[in-house]
């Protein structure tokens, strides 16, 4: 079964600086998706990003960006110009081609300073 | 534009009691549908899914239950509800099929505390 790993429980940026969050995962399959949710403290959940492993191109949405390295497994984010609105939990997340279900890592808590 | 409606949003029940958590989506038809339970502090875990009325899988072995009576309806349940219950609770929905590039859209969430 795929595993989505998030070594990073907590983490802090300034605001206006940029910060990047990690993301590895395992799987067998070549084929399949990637996300970044955002969890802010109203608990929704809140769809950042996305990436298809079939691309190479690094997904990109305004201050949001994935470094996707695929041979590593690897599916960082990256904010930058961090807002004090970006506080929140951020979760990376595996979704397999094959598959209708999502594999979430256990998430990172970042705080915006001020 | 789809919606997803979960409630009730917080819910504190004791040991022992029913549990009957309830999500419909608006604006879409045969949606997958999901239940996520998130512990304190933890990561989102996959309850069930669904891709059709009656279709209901299982991820996790548990004392909780998941039932589609309808297209756009799915109910968590449970008979006996346990402390390790506790938790919040997430339902979502995808487009239907195996759109693997699709998100999943999420609801408000269930806080349901076990007395």
């Known amino acids: 079964a795929q595993t989505v790993t998030q070594s990073q429980p907590e983490m802090s940026v300034q605001e206006a600086e940029t910060v990047t969050l990690s993301c590895t995962y395992d799987?067998?399959?070549?084929?399949?998706?990637l996300f970044w949710y955002k969890q802010p403290p109203s608990r929704q959940m809140i769809l950042v990003i996305r990436?298809?492993?079939?691309?190479?191109q690094n997904a990109t949405e305004n201050r949001f960006s994935v470094n996707f390295q695929k041979a590593a497994k690897s599916f960082s984010l990256k904010i930058s110009d961090s807002q004090l609105g970006d506080a929140a939990m951020y979760f990376c997340?595996?979704?397999?081609?094959?598959?209708?279900?999502?594999?979430f890592g256990a998430g990172t808590r970042l705080t915006v300073k001020p | 534009s789809q919606t997803i409606h979960q409630w009730p949003a917080t819910l504190v029940q004791p040991v022992g009691s029913p549990l009957s958590l309830e999500c419909t989506v608006e604006g879409t038809s045969n949606p997958n549908l999901y239940w996520y339970r998130q512990a304190a502090g933890r990561g989102l875990q996959l309850l069930f899914y669904s891709v059709g009325i009656g279709q209901i899988s299982s991820e996790v072995p548990q004392n909780l239950s998941a039932s589609r009576p309808q297209d756009r309806q799915f109910i968590l349940s449970s008979k006996k509800l346990l402390l390790s219950d506790s938790g919040f609770y997430l339902c979502?929905?995808?487009?239907?099929?195996?759109?693997?590039?699709?998100?999943?859209?999420f609801g408000d969430g269930t806080r349901l505390s076990i007395l």
């Open positions: 979502a929905w995808s487009v239907p099929g195996r759109v693997s590039n699709q998100p999943q859209h």
């Open positions: 799987t067998s399959e070549s084929d399949y998706y």
């Open positions: 997340a595996y979704r397999s081609r094959a598959n209708n279900d999502m594999r």
């Open positions: 990436q298809e492993a079939y691309k190479q």
